[in-house]
């Protein structure tokens, strides 16, 4: 099952996306038709390669708006201190490190976003200030949880 939780900025670029793809579709259809018109289909380079990007783009034009329509926006995690989707935590294990809890499609590793799905997200959820988990072996201990970004 695909899980659409995702960040409003990432609801933002899929619109984008999917207004600029329907600005290209007919332009790429117009080509296609216009490339239909040299002869043999099977031997057609260019009617072929047309076809298949409006294969693609249209594809893609159904993920979107799948995505789009299916939404849960994350602004923000729990409001009673306790760790959830939207989520920022700072933890410790030796060091401060700051993570985000996000969906799965919005996981970025080098910007701390990490999955509620992953072990450590999975772990955190529902968790408060002060509690400790336990991950792969590692303990870390929750030193703040907000719902801010």
């Keep these: 099952m695909v899980d659409f939780h995702v960040l409003p900025e990432t609801l933002e670029r899929y619109r984008r996306e999917l ?3 329907k ?3 007919p332009i790429i259809k117009a080509e296609m038709q216009r490339t239909a018109e040299e002869g ?7 009617y072929q390669a047309a076809k298949r990007e409006l294969r693609r783009v249209n594809s893609r034009m159904t993920i979107l ?7 849960i926006v994350i602004d923000g995690g729990p409001s009673d201190g306790s760790i959830g989707i939207g989520s920022t935590v700072v933890l410790h294990n030796g060091q401060e490190k700051l993570f985000r809890i996000v969906g799965p499609l919005d996981v970025n590793l080098l910007f701390g976003q990490i999955s509620y ?11 408060r200030t002060g509690d ?3 991950v792969n072996n590692v303990t870390w201990k929750i030193i703040r949880v907000g719902a801010d970004r």
């Design 132 to 134: 400790e988990v336990q």
């Design 19 to 21: 207004f600029e793809l």
């Design 117 to 127: 799905r992953s072990p450590l997200g999975a772990a955190l959820m529902g968790k």
């Design 40 to 46: 043999d289909f099977s031997e057609n380079a260019g």
């Design 65 to 71: 708006e799948d995505r789009i329509t299916q939404a």
């Design 23 to 25: 600005k290209r579709y």
